[in-house]
């Protein structure tokens, strides 16, 4: 059974990075089949998503925060990764990342991991 | 458009037929997905490829599409399917991008 695991600092400072690592086990990140994704919820609110990776390394992101978010993928890790740069207090959320299918007229994310909550504080 | 607009809150009586609705443009290109979430856990995926449930859901949840409107039904509500749902597709640029509805808080009566 396909399982994610988000880890990283549950506190991060204004202005500074926001880093994510989502470990998957029971299944290789390098599926020809999937891509992997990552979904942020801010307090009380609802889903946005921030951008997706293919193993080989394509990425597509938010284009609302495309200035900012790098995803990264290490196969040899069975890990991908976020990072958001120059973070305010608008991006304090839940992160959870999530395996994503993508094909020509669909997609969704399925299985979705715990999610971890990181709060931009100073 | 990239938006896909959710009713905000929906309520069903205990065992009636509930539906939820999803508006977008990108609808009359691309399914929708419907996921539910109850308080302080993950997403669940409930509907795929418009009417397709993953292994597991009851087949009380369906899913159905019309023009630019996309709609989960669920057919004799549980006290356990009070949630919020969310639905996502892809936008109208064509490219990988989601976008997901505001979501709806389903209150089982």
């Known amino acids: 059974q396909l399982q994610l695991q988000e880890s990283g600092p549950g506190l991060v400072k204004p202005s500074e990075t926001l880093s994510l690592t989502c470990t998957v086990s029971?299944?290789?990140?390098?599926?020809?089949?999937?891509?992997w994704g990552w979904v942020r919820q801010p307090p009380g609110k609802g889903l946005e998503w921030i951008g997706s990776i293919y193993y080989s390394g394509s990425t597509y992101y938010n284009p609302s925060l495309k200035s900012r978010v790098t995803i990264s993928v290490d196969t040899s890790k069975n890990q991908f990764s976020l990072k958001l740069s120059s973070v305010t207090a608008t991006d304090t959320a839940v992160y959870y990342c999530a395996r994503a299918l993508f094909g020509s007229s669909q997609n969704w994310f399925d299985p979705w991991g715990q999610g971890t909550l990181v709060t931009v504080s100073s | 458009s990239s938006e896909l607009t959710q009713d905000p809150a929906v309520s069903v009586a205990l065992g009636q037929t509930v539906r939820i609705t999803c508006q977008g443009d990108?609808?009359?290109?691309?399914?929708a997905s419907w996921y539910q979430q109850k308080p302080g856990q993950a997403p669940v995926l409930v509907i795929y490829d418009e009417n397709n449930r993953p292994s597991g859901i009851p087949d009380r949840f369906s899913g159905s599409s019309s023009g630019n409107t996309a709609s989960l039904t669920i057919t004799g509500a549980q006290a356990e399917d009070e949630a919020d749902y969310y639905c996502?597709?892809?936008?109208?640029?064509?490219?990988?991008?989601?976008?997901f509805g505001g979501g709806t808080k389903l209150t089982v009566l």
């Open positions: 029971g299944g290789s990140i390098s599926s020809s089949s999937y891509y």
């Open positions: 990108s609808l009359r290109s691309y399914y």
């Open positions: 996502d597709s892809r936008d109208s640029s064509g490219n990988h991008h989601v976008v």
